[in-house]
């Protein structure tokens, strides 16, 4: 596919007539499925880039932070949103600074300087970012396997797994005492079915903090719930693919920048093995995952908990190498 002809269409005009883009734009790159060259004919094209956001929007006295197209399925985002999120190694924006060179639709020259300084943003925070991302496809996937295999009790069972999974981070995000939230699968009272039960034990605790917790466990529960509520069988065991898929890839990603300290975008060596996971061959004749998936899997996050421990990258992003680049970047790009 020649993408910078597609660009051309008018179905991008947004990107040179839109005054929050113009002339604005720092960089534009193919995302997704073609990016990573696990693309089928089916498959969208999803464009991802930086734009200089307005002064009032760097001073916060305005609020622009991305710009969405949906009907391109183009995401831009402001350099003061996108430098927040790659300074926590998120895997959807670092991604983004490790495209193949003719993914790169158009590259300014303060563009040029972001992506020259790309190494900066690798920590290891990458185990927790893009473990974390796997975790969720991970989830995604067990939810499709119970929703088909499981009895009842057992299904109540696995999404009271993901929420105790949820409530895991609240001891720090939350700042929890030890053992205040502990969800279990019982009945309310004698003869009422089966369901999610959760003890608090807080005391002076704030009100707002705890309903934002209920909101996230109660999400969990929601989401699968809507899962099985849509269900299409062939859209299902796609979508199931698709997660299998990307949770490798997530782990392949990861465990390349704990090791070589760098990261390809496009899977390049793992294609075939990735597009082999994409067109079902790791279910067998009945739909269930194979085994030797999950030894893949298995194998793959093993070395990730090794990296962890051996990797030389650095904790968090240098400080004062952070602080120098967005200088450089702002004042650049205000000329």
Same mark, same amino acid.
């Given at each position: 596919?020649?993408?910078?002809?597609?660009?051309?269409?008018?179905?991008?005009?947004?990107?040179?007539?839109?005054?929050?883009?113009?002339?604005?734009?720092?960089?534009?790159?193919?995302?997704?499925?073609?990016?990573?060259? !696990?693309?089928?004919?089916?498959?969208?094209?999803?464009? /991802?880039?930086?734009?200089?956001?307005?002064?009032?929007?760097? #001073?916060?006295?305005?609020?622009?932070?991305?710009?969405?197209?949906?009907? !391109?399925?183009?995401?831009?985002?402001?350099? %003061?949103?996108?430098?927040?999120?790659?300074?926590?190694?998120?895997?959807?924006?670092?991604?983004?600074?490790?495209?193949?060179?003719?993914?790169?639709?158009?590259?300014?020259?303060?563009?040029?300087?972001?992506?020259?300084?790309?190494?900066?943003?690798?920590?290891?925070?990458?185990?927790?970012?893009?473990? =974390?991302?796997?975790?969720?496809?991970?989830?995604? #996937?067990?939810?499709?396997?119970?929703? @088909? !295999?499981?009895?009842?009790?057992? %299904?109540?069972?696995?999404?009271?797994?993901?929420?105790? &999974?949820?409530?895991?981070?609240? $001891?720090?995000?939350?700042?929890?005492?030890?053992?205040?939230?502990? +969800?279990?699968?019982?009945?309310?009272?004698?003869?009422?079915?089966?369901?999610?039960?959760?003890?608090?034990?807080?005391?002076?605790?704030?009100?707002?903090?705890?309903?934002?917790?209920?909101?996230?466990?109660?999400?969990?529960?929601?989401?699968?719930? $809507?899962?099985?509520?849509? /269900?299409?069988?062939?859209?299902?065991?796609?979508?199931?693919?698709?997660?299998?898929?990307?949770?490798?890839?997530?782990?392949?990603?990861? &465990?390349?920048?704990? $090791?070589? %300290?760098?990261?390809?975008?496009?899977?390049?060596?793992?294609?075939?093995?990735?597009?082999?996971?994409?067109?079902?061959?790791?279910?067998?004749?009945? =739909?269930?995952?194979?085994?030797?998936?999950? @030894?893949?899997? &298995?194998?793959?996050?093993?070395?990730?908990?090794?990296?962890?421990?051996? +990797?030389?990258?650095?904790?968090?992003?240098?400080?004062?190498?952070?602080?120098?680049?967005?200088?450089?970047?702002?004042?650049?790009?205000?000329?």
């Amino acid at each position: 596919m020649d993408y910078k002809k597609v660009l051309e269409s008018n179905d991008y005009d947004f990107l040179r007539n839109d005054p929050l883009l113009k002339d604005n734009i720092l960089f534009l790159t193919v995302a997704g499925s073609h990016a990573y060259g !696990t693309n089928v004919e089916s498959s969208d094209l999803d464009i /991802r880039g930086v734009v200089l956001e307005r002064e009032t929007d760097t #001073l916060g006295l305005t609020d622009f932070e991305q710009y969405i197209d949906a009907k !391109t399925d183009t995401v831009i985002y402001t350099l %003061k949103k996108f430098l927040k999120l790659v300074k926590e190694c998120n895997p959807n924006i670092i991604e983004m600074l490790y495209s193949k060179p003719e993914h790169y639709l158009y590259i300014s020259p303060v563009g040029k300087i972001l992506l020259d300084n790309r190494d900066l943003f690798l920590t290891k925070r990458a185990a927790y970012s893009f473990g =974390g991302y796997a975790n969720a496809q991970l989830n995604r #996937l067990e939810n499709a396997i119970a929703r @088909d !295999t499981l009895t009842e009790h057992d %299904k109540i069972e696995h999404i009271n797994r993901s929420v105790e &999974n949820a409530a895991k981070s609240f $001891e720090t995000k939350y700042k929890l005492p030890d053992n205040a939230i502990k +969800t279990y699968v019982g009945s309310w009272h004698n003869g009422s079915p089966e369901e999610i039960l959760v003890d608090f034990k807080l005391e002076h605790y704030p009100l707002a903090r705890l309903r934002s917790m209920i909101e996230e466990m109660t999400n969990v529960v929601r989401n699968y719930d $809507e899962t099985v509520g849509q /269900r299409n069988k062939k859209k299902d065991d796609q979508h199931l693919n698709k997660h299998m898929m990307h949770l490798i890839r997530l782990y392949f990603m990861c &465990n390349e920048i704990l $090791e070589f %300290k760098t990261v390809h975008t496009y899977r390049e060596n793992e294609h075939n093995l990735l597009m082999n996971i994409r067109n079902g061959k790791y279910r067998n004749s009945e =739909g269930y995952v194979t085994d030797e998936f999950y @030894d893949l899997l &298995n194998e793959l996050k093993t070395k990730c908990d090794k990296l962890k421990k051996e +990797t030389t990258l650095p904790d968090v992003v240098d400080t004062n190498r952070y602080n120098e680049l967005v200088l450089k970047l702002y004042r650049e790009a205000r000329k």
